[in-house]
């Protein structure tokens, strides 16, 4: 199979501190895909070097056959690569429905002068924008908080949505950045339904950052480790539960 996500001989380095070393590795469409490691490991590094923050010296990642070296992020995200982050990065005075809208802006073709009249085929647009935006609220169980700003939400009710604004880029891929931290048992237990729900029922393809160790081996299809920045174990759950290495580095450190 070609894979949708192609990392090859990635390197990234910040000053004399080596972020990434030659690292590789594939995601085949459709798998959740965890990648987990030590704090400083390496682990946002690499999502923000796929998501196009950060730019490797050394090495290239390909998207659904398409090298993206030369890309800008928001670019990136036309072609359908999402991401949540470890911190919130919602608008906190804005509701629910407008952040959630806002993630729907990059696929949108209108152009100044024809939205800022709403005009023919900016609200033809729009409406189906909407439309796409209540079926993720309906998905994610938050109707009740459509209007609510961020600000006033739990901390889990905003992970949430940021998962929901991820989700109104019509993604082929989904970057995860710990979207599990700091939540309580309920909240994660939704987490990882939606996340599977996503996969199976969406056939969104998910590469997801993780500390909890139940969750990754529970979800994962694949899993590869980090350890200062190089990969040390690529495997199934089953595989990495065994791998000495990775043992020694990590999971033994629990």
Known sequence: MTPILQIEHVSLSFGGVNALTDVSFQVQKGQ???????????KTSLLNSVSGFYHPQQGSISFDGQELNQIPPHKRARLGIARTFQNIELFQHMSVLDNLMLGAHNQLSAGVFSSGIYWKWAEKEELAARREIEDIIDFLEIENIRYQP????????????????AL??????????????????????????????????????????????GVVMDVSDYVTVLDFGRLIGEGTPAEIRKNQQVIEAYIGQQ
């Open 168 to 213: 109104a880029l019509r993604p082929q891929i989904i970057l995860m950045d710990e979207p599990m931290a700091g939540m309580t048992v309920e909240e994660k237990q939704d987490m990882v339904r939606f996340i599977i729900d996503m996969n199976e029922e969406h056939d969104t393809t998910i590469l997801l950052i993780e500390h909890d160790m």
């Open 150 to 165: 961020i600000g006033q939400l739990s901390y889990g009710l905003q992970k949430r949505v940021e998962l929901g604004r």
């Open 32 to 42: 959740i895909y965890s990648l987990i490691g030590p704090n400083g490991a390496g």
